[in-house]
């Protein structure tokens, strides 16, 4: 598909009330049509069919959608890890808001598959001064490294992330209530002794006892764990 079929069908499938609720979710992301995900994804997966290469490297980035486009069709897209990450690479800055950026994290399941090539990939990006690609951090090593092997190198990650952003400290409190599901004791551990910020501790907390996920006991137990403002 040329970028002007691609333009069409996004135009074809746009709401307006879709797009004006949408917009007001993702103040500072770009100009947006209105078409909603699952419509964008069903299109990833048709482009990835042909040339998705050549889609990739004279993709447009005029409207949100169009953005979101590309890190679908780099999540689906089946190559060379290699290939992949040079992609995601010119893709990661891109990124201007949480939708385009966590939905890429979860749909760039490759990364189960290459844990220790993406990891190190990820980790050039942690002290980067931008905010978003330190999201991109922080939501990928939530959804694709919250394993045994990786969960005390994840939590040392996450406690190394300094972006004073909010959207840096969301992902990073997202983060550690999924951590605390899955991997109760090291986490627990971990709140004891960290270098997190006040806000992004008790966020994270907040996060856990608001977790369907998470016991009523160990809720008790995070409840008298909030930090004091100070």
Same mark, same amino acid.
């Given at each position: ?16 009330? /879709?797009?004006?609720? !949408? !917009? ?9 049509? &209105? ?19 050549? /889609? ?18 780099? &999540? ?47 980790? *050039? ?24 092997? /990786? ?14 952003? #909010? #959207? ?11 951590? /605390?599901?899955?991997?109760?004791? *090291? ?16 966020? !994270? ?26």
């Amino acid at each position: 598909m040329t970028n002007e079929e691609i333009r069409d069908f996004l135009l074809k499938h746009a709401e307006r009330e /879709y797009r004006e609720f !949408s !917009s007001g979710l993702i103040p500072q992301g770009q100009q947006m049509l &209105g078409v909603r995900i699952p419509v964008i994804r069903s299109l990833a997966k048709e482009l990835v069919k042909g040339d998705w290469r050549g /889609y990739l490297r004279m993709a447009e980035n005029d409207f949100f959608e169009e953005v979101m486009l590309q890190g679908l069709v780099i &999540g689906y897209a089946r190559a060379d890890i290699e290939e992949i990450l040079s992609f995601a690479a010119e893709f990661i800055p891109k990124i201007a808001d949480w939708s385009v950026n966590d939905t890429f994290c979860s749909t760039f399941k490759i990364a189960q598959r290459h844990r220790g090539r993406v990891w190190d990939f990820l980790m *050039q990006y942690r002290d980067v001064p931008e905010e978003f690609p330190q999201r991109v951090v922080a939501v990928m090593l939530m959804d694709h490294f919250l394993v045994e092997d /990786y969960i005390d190198r994840v939590l040392a990650v996450w406690d190394s992330l300094k972006h004073e952003g #909010y #959207y840096r400290k969301m992902g990073v409190a997202w983060g550690m209530a999924t951590a /605390y599901a899955k991997f109760p004791e *090291q986490t627990h551990a971990f709140l004891t002794d960290n270098h997190l910020d006040d806000f992004t501790y008790n966020k !994270s907390i907040q996060k856990m006892i608001e977790s369907y996920r998470i016991t009523p006991e160990q809720k008790e137990l995070l409840r008298t764990m909030k930090r004091l403002s100070r």
